[in-house]
T-cell receptor
Framework: GIQVEQSPPDLILQEGANSTLRCNFSDSVNNLQWFHQNPWGQLINLFY???GTKQNGRLSATTVATERYSLLYISSSQTTDSGVYFCAVNTGNQFYFGTGTSLTVIP | ETGVTQSPTHLIKTRGQQVTLRCSSQSGHNTVSWYQQALGQGPQFIFQ???????GRGNFPPRFSGLQFPNYSSELNVNALELDDSALYLC????????????FGPGTRLTVL
């Protein structure tokens, strides 16, 4: 199956700092989503972004499908941004999640 | 528009037992996918149901089975529970199969003793 790798695995930021999370995937995909998993396990949909760039407030994402990677940008981080960020890809009827980036924002 | 709901929230079973987990899809969605998330790992795809038919399956043994009902709600059944089945089970619904946004429920945390 397709390999989905995320980096960095762990990230600690001071409140107000910016960060970039990366997702690499090993094959062509139909769909790519970014999620934030809160401490209670709920996966919150951030972006559906198989290609191109999208922005939503302090968050933005870019997927370069031809080069098989996606980036999630978090600007002016807040403590509520803490949690694990996952990218997930879809190839046909199979879905694959990355290993996640655990983000801790300290005040 | 109602979101994805799952029941129960928590469940404790013993090895060898059987369990059924339930998921109600978001209004207007006809596709449900199930995932297993072990502690510290990313979710692993179990299978997807589209219009009451299985429409893709991950690398899970046959003792993991499912159903989707005419109202597009879904069940995940696991027979002969093993200790390694302890995990967070997540379901996600989408507008249709294929390239569509998935919306996740809050999950069911299963502990097998």
């Amino acid at each position: 199956g397709i390999q989905v790798e995320q980096s960095p695995p762990d990230l600690i930021l001071q409140e107000g700092a910016n960060s970039t999370l990366r997702c690499n995937f090993s094959d062509s995909v139909n769909n790519l989503q970014w999620f934030h998993q809160n401490p209670w396990g709920q996966l919150i949909n951030l972006f559906y972004i198989p290609s191109g760039t999208k922005q939503n407030g302090r968050l933005s994402a870019t997927t370069v499908a031809t080069e098989r990677y996606s980036l999630l940008y978090i600007s002016s981080s807040q403590t509520t941004d803490s949690g694990v960020y996952f990218c997930a890809v879809n190839t046909g009827n199979q879905f694959y999640f990355g290993t996640g980036t655990s983000l801790t924002v300290i005040p | 528009e109602t979101g994805v709901t799952q029941s129960p929230t928590h469940l404790i079973k013993t090895r060898g037992q059987q369990v059924t987990l339930r998921c109600s899809s978001q209004s207007g969605h006809n596709t449900v996918s199930w995932y297993q998330q072990a502690l510290g790992q990313g979710p692993q795809f179990i299978f997807q149901y589209y219009r009451e038919e299985e429409n893709g399956r991950g690398n899970f043994p046959p003792r993991f089975s499912g159903l989707q009902f005419p109202n597009y709600s879904s069940e995940l059944n696991v027979n002969a529970l093993e200790l390694d089945d302890s995990a967070l089970y997540l379901c996600a619904s989408s507008l249709s199969a294929g390239a569509h946004t998935q919306y996740f429920g809050p999950g069911t945390r299963l502990t097998v003793l």
